[in-house]
């Protein structure tokens, strides 16, 4: 086993021999059969790139613009639960390694710091924030007041897990929050530590089933647009429809994801789903996806099919799991340097120049045959 890992898969091996089989298991299992949790590393590979030579790429850069604020490198951090199960430094580490090098950090409903901890001591990271409509709407207007004094930008409303995913590692191993975290965002909202005593001893998938609400529509996004000043995204969208119908609902953007294969399976990868997304939103508003990105390349080949933006769960809890904020940040480091040197090497200088005819599904080639 790699001890000076060089990419994520070195990172994935390293946190599976490190953490205990009940954190291990939580993180990186999906829903049922884990279908999809399997096919949305598959699909990167399904895709392959035409690259351009002989251009001049000898000056480079990965900085973009998301929602109108700049980034050094198209690739971020999703909302993941629990990073303090890791690491003890935990969302905080992650937020600075974000802020050290230009990226978009997300920080969960279900994390184990709070929303104020994060902008009281990484002021300058670019910070979004993931909710779910909660069954006590009142409880999320409070949260979504805090978001916007601790200086979060933007609002994730996840449309995809109103009701907890069958995971069969969870339910084995019977998974709840454990002893001493706190759900750091809810803490003081909905009970002291965010998660009482009685209901950590339920589970999580109790706890979360009765937190979010099964009710939701997209008028309560509607809703949510009406409370905020905030852009919302609506991540979870897999389907043209679903895209459709969040941008008319007032969406100012859409996350292609579905939830890294742990709610409903069987749904296609997200690499798979974007080009139908992309087509359905054209030109009104940003695409972004996430969902077994594991090498620069694959975040190469998602903004040549229109991605303007991926992110990454599993790969930042294995860095987290590794050395901590370190880790953590070596792991966005070496997804930028991947993707860096990707360009170089397919003929992109910046990212506008990443195109969409540089990546075809790679049954191009056997139609050729
Ligand atoms: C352990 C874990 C916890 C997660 N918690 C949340 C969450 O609280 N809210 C949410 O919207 N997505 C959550 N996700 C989904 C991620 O935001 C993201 O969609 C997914 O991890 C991307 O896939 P990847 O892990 O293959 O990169 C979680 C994912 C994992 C692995």
């Not at 409903?109 to 409509?133: M, N, Y």
């Not at 084995?172 to 809810?186: C, D, E, Q, S, W």
């Not at 209901?199 to 409370?227: C, H, P, Q, Y």
């Not at 939103?281 to 933006?309: F, N, P």
């Amino acid at each position: 086993m790699a001890t000076d890992p060089v990419c994520i898969e070195d990172f994935k091996q390293i946190a599976e021999a490190k953490l205990s089989k009940y954190v291990r298991e939580y993180y990186n299992s999906g829903a049922n059969y884990e279908d999809t949790y399997r096919d949305n590393t598959d699909a990167f590979g399904r895709y392959k790139i035409r690259p351009k030579y002989m251009r001049d790429v000898s000056n480079r850069s990965m900085a973009t613009t998301i929602l109108g604020q700049r980034v050094d490198c198209p690739i971020g951090v999703s909302s993941v639960a629990m990073c303090r199960l890791a690491h003890p430094e935990g969302e905080v580490a992650v937020a600075r390694a974000c802020a050290r090098l230009g990226r978009c950090f997300t920080l969960s409903t279900s994390a184990t710091t709070g929303l104020e901890e994060i902008g009281e001591k990484v002021p300058d990271c670019l910070r979004w924030f993931q909710i779910h409509i909660l069954s006590d709407r009142n409880m999320l207007t409070r949260l979504v007041r805090k978001a916007e004094d601790a200086g979060f930008s933007a609002l994730a409303l996840t449309v995809d897990s109103h009701v907890h995913g069958r995971r069969h590692a969870e339910m084995r191993n019977h998974f709840t929050l454990p002893a001493p975290y706190k759900l750091g965002v809810l803490e003081g909202l909905k009970s002291r530590d965010g998660m009482s005593n009685e209901e950590r001893e339920g589970g999580w998938s109790k706890f979360v089933n009765k937190l979010f609400s099964s009710s939701a529509t997209w008028d309560d996004l509607r809703w949510l647009k009406t409370i905020t000043k905030l852009p919302v995204i609506a991540k979870g969208i897999v389907t043209g429809e679903g895209a459709r119908e969040a941008v008319e609902a007032g969406a100012d953007a859409v996350w292609v994801s579905n939830h890294g294969g742990r709610e409903l399976d069987c749904v296609p990868a997200t690499m798979d789903a974007l080009r139908e997304v992309v087509e359905a939103v054209g030109d009104r508003c940003e695409v972004y996806l996430d969902g077994g990105v594991r090498s620069g390349l694959d975040a190469l080949k998602a903004i040549a099919m229109g991605a303007r933006a991926v992110f990454v769960g599993r790969p930042i809890l294995w860095g987290l799991a590794h050395t901590g904020g370190e880790g953590a940040e070596k792991v966005l480091q070496i997804l930028g340097d991947e993707l860096n040197t990707g360009m170089a090497l397919a003929g992109a200088s910046k990212i506008s120049d990443i195109s969409r005819d540089m990546v075809v599904h790679k049954s191009y080639y056997s139609s050729k045959l």
